[in-house]
């Protein structure tokens, strides 16, 4: 049984936000809503200031709070070690959200259509039409309609109705046809690294096995699958720059 | 009777808020079956028992004595 | 077997059941139009999404995705304390002087109980889905289980059973009175005897249904703790205290809430006797040790916060005491505290006085809403464990609509079960004369 986890190497994240682009394209998720985040954080007072940039997908947890406190079981963890949420089974109660302390939930508080930057472009002009072809968003890729896993469920990708919560699949439509999540098959300086770490010959085993790892808020006890390399955990003092205009 | 009906009200419904409670999804969150009750709706027969189990008051009560004549 | 009564002394039934004066009307329609625009908002609300709401998610869009509805959930679960305690202190202490506020206290706990299940409702994004999911999927390492399973459905049935059985013997003596609602008694009685025999039946049912009511209690007012206190990802949330501090709180909403509406219901049905100042005393003094008690967790909590903060609180704990939610904090302070010294200065010169205590009622009810709005809003926008920029929630006209409604919808209920039964219990010569 494979079992799947991600190391983001900082020494490599310059904060190009390519990963968050892939992941709102391959997912379909809407306005405000980042399923992958990249931190840019400022520590310190000018003139002695650093940057930092800090991905951040969902940690996948092994002892995940949001899983924990579902009252319907519709957020889960499969065997394989990604937890996911069942869009038919959730009552929107956004406890998950509010359990996880990394913030990774999000809540879709519309209609997904409505969710779509379609609002903000007009994508019938035709200079736009060139460059896309003549689709329209949301771009639906087929997968995220399926039931995946041996559980059965459906999964995949966001923007399922409104009223439920969604957050990172480890792009299970993706992982279960044996490739890999989006992030990490588009991170131009291969920043992103994931695989079964049960199999000693994969590169994230490796890579793991020659760096020196971390875990983000290791003292809440969360047990996440995803670590980090380079860097180091971000403190009280950091500041959040940049910060996503996404209020919807 | 009246006795009777009452203690065996309670008792079901102690019965049934058992079945119900380790029923209903087992504690864990390591894997999907955590999140699947053993069989459908025993959150419902775990209300079910305490909704039973209180009514045995209702029967205490209200059981008609003159029936057993 | 019910033989005929002798004449009525009065022909109207006892305490103005079945009297709607113009008040009253004027009453009930207002609450009906408020009811009306509440509706009116929460279908809005089911049709554009819950982003007709003011909340947001929390972290990158700085919002609070919890606000108004689920601080009220805490605040109705909270009052909903009230009835049983004073059935328990009746039954179980047999403190009889308490016995005329019980069946006043037995509605606001049911009534309270339907309007937090219903605030529940509105909260979710899939409402319907919700109902039907926790009763096919609902787990009990979920703290949701235990106020979904032993909150909504045990306490509120067991609740019900109490109010039922409790009424009974007054619903037979309206029997027989010359009513419309003839039927509803002969119905809500089936067939009470008020025999020796029913008597001390109804006294051992009374009792253990108390005594079994009393850990339903605790355990529900300790998950709806436990949903926040158990949370290891939320600064503010995750605390040993939380269950505690609960119950403590829901105790001072609750006790508030029955001076309230037992001044108001002694108004209503124009008691001069019943309802006393003495019961009100009682129910004060009550108040004042629940207070005391919650007013010591909060010096605990304070006093904490100020000598030793860790980083990933401070942020926090400067919004409620300096920050943004400063007013909302001292002023919920200070509405527990000076009821509490109005409380202690009457219990010192024994000097009660039902106006003090009505005012003291609704001061620490607002204290309650205000303090159930600090528990969940500040963690959220100010307490992200990752240094996420600050968030803000303002709660959006829909939110406010809603609330009132089940507001009005409370009032409403009580109002009309006071005009078709009796709040109070019968005196002698309410009760015709019968074999």
């Known amino acids: 049984m494979a079992k799947y986890a991600m190391v983001v190497d900082l020494h490599r994240c310059q904060g190009c936000r390519a990963c968050v682009e892939a992941c709102k394209i391959e997912n379909n998720t809407g306005e405000g809503m980042f399923w992958m985040h990249v931190f840019r954080f400022e520590e310190g007072s000018y003139p002695d200031t650093r940057m930092s940039f800090l991905p951040r997908p969902c940690q996948h947890c092994d002892n995940a709070p949001c899983v924990k406190v579902c009252p ?171 910060r996503p205009k996404a209020r919807v | 009777m009246r006795r009777a009906l009452t203690v065996g009200l309670i008792a079901l419904g102690f019965v049934l808020m058992i079945v119900g409670y380790f029923a209903s999804a087992p504690w864990g969150a390591e894997s999907v079956s955590n999140s699947d009750p053993g069989f459908a709706f025993a959150p419902a027969v775990f209300v079910l028992g305490v909704i039973v189990a209180f009514s045995s008051a209702l029967v205490y009560e209200l059981y008609d004595d003159r029936r057993e004549r | 077997m019910a033989t005929e009564v002798a004449t009525p002394r009065t022909k109207d039934l006892p305490q103005r059941v079945g009297r709607f004066t113009t008040g009253w009307k004027l009453f009930t329609v207002a609450g009906l139009v408020v009811l009306a625009f509440a509706i009116f908002a929460y279908v809005r609300e089911l049709g554009s999404g819950m982003i007709a709401t003011g909340m947001r998610n929390v972290g990158t869009m700085g919002g609070a995705t919890w606000g108004l509805y689920i601080t009220m959930v805490v605040y109705f679960v909270g009052v909903s304390f009230a ?100 039927g509803f008694y002969r119905w809500w009685a089936a067939g009470y005897m008020d025999t020796p025999e029913e008597q ?52 001072v909403s609750g006790v508030g809430l029955i001076i309230v509406l037992g001044a108001i219901v002694k108004r209503i049905v124009g008691d001069t006797e019943r309802v006393s100042v003495d019961v009100f005393s009682w129910l004060g003094k009550f108040l004042l040790g629940l207070l005391l008690v919650y007013l010591y ?95 803000s929630y303002s709660p959006s006209w829909i939110e406010y609509g809603v609330v009132l409604g089940l507001f009005a919808l409370g009032a409403l209920m009580i109002g009309l079960f006071v005009k078709i039964f009796p709040p109070l219990p019968l005196s002698d010569e309410e009760v015709m004369a019968d074999a």
């Open chain 1, 72 to 242: 319907t079981g519709a957020r889960f963890k499969r065997d394989d070690g990604i937890v996911l949420t069942d869009a038919e089974r959730c009552i929107g109660c956004r406890y998950c959200e509010l359990a996880c302390p990394y913030g990774v939930n999000y809540f879709n508080w519309q209609d997904p259509e409505d969710s779509q930057y379609a609002e903000m472009i007009d994508w019938t002009d035709p200079d736009i039409q060139q460059a896309t072809g003549g689709a329209v968003p949301p771009y639906r890729n087929p997968d995220l309609e399926e039931l995946w896993g041996s559980e059965q469920r459906r999964t995949g990708g966001g923007g399922h109705a409104k009223g439920v919560m969604e957050k990172c699949t480890f792009c299970v439509q993706r992982v279960e046809k044996g490739g890999q999540p989006a992030c990490v098959d588009t991170c131009p300086v291969n920043a992103l690294l994931f695989g079964d770490v049960d199999d000693p010959d994969t590169p994230i085993s490796r890579f793991m096995r020659e760096n020196e790892t971390w875990r983000l808020l290791e003292e809440t006890g969360t047990e996440p699958r995803v670590r980090y390399v380079g860097g180091k955990p971000p403190s009280q003092s950091y500041t959040e720059v940049e």
């Open chain 3, 200 to 251: 001390a039946r109804h006294r051992r049912t009374s009792f253990w249904l108390a005594v079994a009511i009393v850990p339903l209690l605790v355990i529900a007012h300790s998950t709806l703790g436990f949903v926040f206190g158990l949370q290891v990802g939320r600064p503010g949330w995750y605390g040993t205290l939380q269950a505690p501090a609960f119950v403590a709180l829901a105790g």
């Open chain 3, 83 to 182: 009835g049983i305690t004073v059935a328990a202190l009746i039954r179980i202490f047999e403190l009889g002087k308490l016995r005329p506020i019980a069946r006043t206290a037995e509605l606001l706990t049911v009534v309270a109980l339907i309007l937090g299940a219903i605030a529940i409702i509105v909260d979710l994004g899939q409402p319907i889905r919700g109902i039907v999911n926790l009763f096919r999927y609902a787990r009990p390492q979920s703290p949701f289980f235990g106020t979904f399973a032993l909150v909504i459905a045990g306490y509120l049935f067991a609740s019900l059973v109490y109010l039922y059985l409790g009424g009974r013997r007054d619903a037979a003596a309206m029997a027989h009175y010359p009513s419309r609602l003839r």
């Open chain 3, 297 to 391: 967790f909060m010096t605990v909590e304070l006093l904490t916060l100020l000598y030793a903060t860790p980083a990933v609180e401070k942020q926090l704990s400067d919004a409620l005491l300096f920050g943004p939610y400063a007013w909302t904090y001292w002023g919920s302070v200070a509405l527990l505290a000076v009821p509490a010294l109005v409380l202690i200065w009457q219990a010192v010169t024994r000097r009660w006085n039902i106006g003090w205590l009505v005012a003291s009622g609704v001061a620490v009810n607002l204290a309650a809403i205000g303090k159930r709005y600090l528990i969940v809003v500040p963690s959220q926008t100010h307490g992200t464990l990752l240094p996420y920029e600050v968030g």
